[in-house]
C-alpha cells in the first residue's frame, strides 16, 4: 500500500485496485480528501478497475458517503470500471437508508 494522505486519524491509501480509507472522516478533510481521490483515479488507464474500501471508516459520517460519491463519479469519468465498495456496517446502514445502495456496487463489512 502507498499513503496518499494522512491527516491526524485519517489515512487515505492505495490497495491492490483502488482506494482505501481509515480513520475519521470528517468535513475538516472530505474536500482534500475527494481531491486526492479523485486525481488518483483520474491518473488511471480507461478500462482499469477499481474498488473503495471504507471498511476502517470509523463512526457514521456524511462526509465519508459524499467523498464516495465525489470518486464515483471521478471514476466514471476517467472511464474506469467501479467494481465494488466495501463499507464498514455503520456506513452501509447510513447508505441503505440514503437510498445509494441502487446505485453502487456495495459490500458491508464483513462479506
Do not use: I, K, N
Amino acid at each position: 500500500m502507498s499513503d496518499l494522505l494522512a491527516r491526524e486519524g485519517l489515512c487515505l491509501e492505495t490497495g491492490d485496485a483502488g482506494l482505501v480509507v481509515r480513520g475519521e472522516v470528517g468535513f475538516e478533510h472530505a474536500a482534500e480528501l475527494a481531491e486526492v481521490g479523485s486525481r488518483w483515479l483520474a491518473e488511471r488507464q480507461s478500462g482499469e478497475v477499481v474498488s473503495f474500501d471504507l471498511r476502517g471508516v470509523a463512526g457514521v459520517s456524511s462526509a465519508a458517503l459524499s467523498v464516495l460519491l465525489e470518486w464515483a463519479r471521478a471514476a466514471s469519468r476517467a472511464g474506469l470500471a467501479l467494481e465494488r465498495v466495501y463499507l464498514s456496517a455503520s456506513l452501509w446502514r447510513l447508505t441503505d437508508l440514503a437510498g445509494l445502495e441502487r446505485l453502487l456496487p456495495l459490500e458491508a463489512a464483513g462479506e
